[in-house]
Nanobody, 126 residues
Framework: QVQLVESGGGLVQAGGSLRLSCAAS????????MGWFRQAPGKDREFVAS??????????LYTDSVKGRFTVSRDNYKNTVYLQMNSLKPEDTAVYVC?????????????????WGQGTQVTVSS
């Protein structure tokens, strides 16, 4: 049984930072790409970032609105993926969810992810 547990959300002022973590268990973590998505009230789930690892190579993918502000990383020894969020804006407010993707290679496609966490709330005040 694959489990993904997010943590690190909270309330922060605009311009501030948060670091989200997603602890994974139940599958060989290093063999799968991981992704972060977010969903604001009344909106569809939106891709944020994805990361894959193959040998010594790490590949990342970001949605345009977070490039230069967010950084996705992973620790294969701790089976954990992180999302460092800097220069936060009110429009970043959402529930952030991590997901595990079938196969190697980052992706922005929701349907390619087969396991999802419960999410952690991020609220950015203006």
């Amino acid at each position: 049984q694959v489990q993904l547990v997010e943590s690190g959300g909270g309330l922060v002022q605009a311009g501030g930072s948060l670091r989200l973590s997603c602890a994974a268990s139940g599958r060989t973590f290093s063999s799968y790409a991981m992704g972060w998505f977010r969903q604001a009230p009344g909106k569809d789930r939106e891709f944020v970032a994805s990361i894959s690892w193959s040998g010594a190579t790490t590949t990342t993918l970001y949605t345009d609105s977070v490039k230069g502000r967010f950084t996705v990383s992973r620790d294969n020894y701790k089976n954990t993926v992180y999302l460092q969020m800097n220069s936060l804006k009110p429009e970043d407010t959402a529930v952030y969810v991590c997901a595990s993707k079938r196969g190697i290679g980052p992706s922005a496609v929701v349907a390619q992810y087969d396991y999802w966490g419960q999410g952690t709330q991020v609220t950015v005040s203006s």
